[in-house]
Nanobody, 122 residues
């Protein structure tokens, strides 16, 4: 199971840190990712990290602002979001991959958290 937390209301230019706690024995050997879904839009890739944390990828829209990290000892993955914009508003989902390497496609992820809402006001 994946449990996401840390969402909330923030002004444009502000920061939030999302966390996702995982249970199960496969966390440390699988890639993890964050996706988001804005109202009325399809779910989109935000960022992903390999099993070891040695490889990351991010959507162009968040590069330089968002940082994904993980702690395999604590079974957690985090998303540090800085310089937030109103267009970052949405429900953010953490997901556990089918493989060890990061991937931007949602069909490559087999477990999903319940989502946490991020609202960025202008």
């Amino acid at each position: 199971q994946l449990q996401a937390s840390g969402g909330g209301l923030v002004q444009a230019g502000g920061s939030l840190r999302l966390s996702c706690a995982a249970s199960g024995r496969t966390f440390s050997v699988r890639a993890m990712a964050w996706f988001r879904q804005a109202p009325g839009k399809e779910r989109e890739f935000v960022a992903a990290i390999s099993w070891s944390g040695g490889s990351t990828s991010a959507a162009d829209s968040v590069k330089g602002r968002f940082t994904i990290s993980r702690d395999n000892a604590k079974n957690t993955v985090s998303l540090q979001m800085n310089s937030l914009k109103p267009e970052d508003t949405g429900v953010y989902y953490c997901a556990q991959g089918r493989t060890a390497m990061p991937d931007p496609y949602d069909y490559e992820y087999e477990q999903w958290g319940q989502g946490t809402l991020v609202t960025v006001s202008s």
